[in-house]
């Protein structure tokens, strides 16, 4: 999964828009905070529309070391995260990572990064019949201090991480 995809800095570099199609799958609105001096990793929301059934199971990007699908639950008033293989995508419904509890944890950033740049990531999905899909998405960093839609205001520094 350390595949480092030159072609998908291409591509960003190209393209304006935070949309990406491939076949019947759209993945759009992709965001991530700036990060602070010191930060090494941070989480992305995007939302995705599959037009079949299928599972988002892994990302990656070239701007840092791993990236993970974490959960996010509030337990007993703290907020904590934990890793999940799978995030699944209802046939048609459109799945805000962020709306339905979960994010892609990008760790062992690189670089810091900063507001208005463009970060590349590489998602896996998995389709019926066709296996796993690489897709070719972005994320737009946005300000340090962008807010998390209302629902889902917790700061992600404040939550604790509980791996397996
Ligand atoms: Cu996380």
């Not at 799945?95 to 998602?123: D, F």
Request: aromatic residues 4%; glycine residues 10%.
């Amino acid at each position: 999964m350390r595949n480092l995809n030159r072609f998908g800095w291409f591509v960003a570099a190209l393209l304006i828009s935070y949309t990406s199609f491939a076949g019947d799958i759209e993945v759009s609105g992709g965001w991530i905070r700036a990060t602070a001096p010191g930060q090494n990793q941070g989480g992305a929301d995007l939302s995705i529309i599959s037009k079949q059934s299928a599972k988002l199971v892994g990302a990656t990007s070239p701007v840092c070391k791993a990236v993970q699908l974490h959960s996010m639950k509030n337990m007993n008033g703290l907020m904590k995260m934990r890793e999940v293989k799978a995030i699944e995508l209802p046939a048609g419904k459109r799945v805000n990572l962020r709306e339905s509890g979960y994010h892609l944890m990008l760790i062992g950033l690189i670089a810091p990064l900063k507001e208005g740049e463009t970060v590349p990531l590489t998602l896996s999905i998995e389709v019926p019949n066709q296996g796993i899909v690489k897709i070719d998405a972005s994320a737009e960093v946005k300000s340090i201090t962008a807010a998390m839609p209302a629902s889902q205001g917790e700061d992600h520094h404040q939550m604790q991480m509980q791996m397996k």
